[in-house]
């Protein structure tokens, strides 16, 4: 019993000291788990403290902290020692069910902060405690108000800046954002720093389908004119990027969003808007081309092509090249659909080459742009008319240069294809 009540003692000082920590230094933006053989180097690093620059502990914690090594402070960068996570976070949790359920069952509102501070040490310790998370919205949908919102949207980017794929905290924002809509002036602004949060997060942890998803919902907040800003700053990091297939999703919500109801622009059509929606298009699509030659067999940049050229061939092809409002006649709308393709086989003929030094690169690059022609020519409108027996001439003679094995399967392919 006596060691039990003393590993009791020793978790519940832990907890006070980190509670403290949280309580001295409000600006702390980034917290990590530091194993206690690098506690020696940050010391020394750091000319012999252990505490934070900005006074975020007490002399005689400091002199604790230099013993033990438990945590870590300095330039609002919170480390947390490997060595006592588990105790720290038994003390933690006992401590927040505790408050928890005395709340619940009193409603005693003097409880209400108690709660926000046990619930934050609880989560900055285990970031999908849901209980936790839930506690923090009922109080702050209780109190309504925008200092509280905006606190909750920096406990969840403090998780996630050792976390960056926790679904809870990506949630809690989005709930947050949802309290905030039609409640504050600053929306916008919110939505803009959001967006740039996700990048962050996007650069530090790669393939973060979370984080994306997340700023593809922030989409439908955005105006037109942040679409745009969006769609032109996303773009230097989808060209550094381009094996990052949720990066390309993220612009084809942009787009998408940025077309929607064209119509309605096009019946009244004085600022010229299809012509400049046109134009995004079109300037995306010769973007794309640009990368996908760049980079050599690169399936994401061939996906993306899909998008874009689907949508010309259903939307714009039938909406936009009518730009000053009236619709092209059937025989210009053809036209430009065969110049679109006689376009896309060249494009073909110049990723079809492989050179004979095996590099796997180009043999991939002549099957993502053959597979690719084979699904347009597949979704070109019956109604067009256009024959395209010489093309799947030429698409299958390629495919069986490049990928014999499968002569059978493409010459099955083309053959349904046709029927």
Known sequence: MSEKSNSEAFASDLLKQFLYILESDPLIDEVGFIHPSQFAALKEEAGGSLSSSGGGASQSQNALNNEITDFWIRDHKLGISTQIVISLY???????????????????????????????????????????????????????????????????????????????????????????????????????????????????SKMNYRAWNHRCWLVSYMTREQVLHELKRSRNWAGLHIADNSCFHYRRKL??????????????????????????????????????KRYVGREALWLHRRFLCLYWMRYLAANLLGISGQSEPRCSIDNDIKSFLDHEFCLLDSCSTVPDDDFEDFQAQAIHSASYMLWLTKHIPKSQGIDLQDKLSDLLRVLNKVCPERSSLWDYLVKNHCE
């Open 255 to 292: 787009m998408l969003r940025n077309f929607e109801g064209l119509h309605h622009f096009q019946e009244n059509d004085s600022f010229g808007y299809s012509a400049k929606a046109y134009q995004v298009w079109k300037e995306e699509l010769d973007w794309n081309e640009a990368l996908i």
């Open 90 to 204: 038994k003390a933690a949790k006992n401590a927040f069910m505790d408050l928890h359920r005395q709340y619940k069952t009193s409603n005693n509102e003097t409880l209400e902060n108690v709660v926000m501070i046990h619930s934050r040490a609880l989560l900055l310790l285990s970031c999908d405690f849901g209980t936790a998370w839930n506690s923090r919205k009922l109080i702050a949908s209780k109190k309504q108000l925008l200092p509280i919102f905006m606190d909750e949207l920096r406990l969840s980017a403090l998780v996630l800046s050792y976390s960056p794929k926790s679904e809870q905290a990506w949630s809690h924002r989005r709930w947050v954002i949802n309290m905030l809509s039609g409640r504050c002036s600053t929306l916008q602004d919110i939505i803009e720093r959001e967006s740039e949060l996700v990048e962050k997060f996007a650069e530090k």
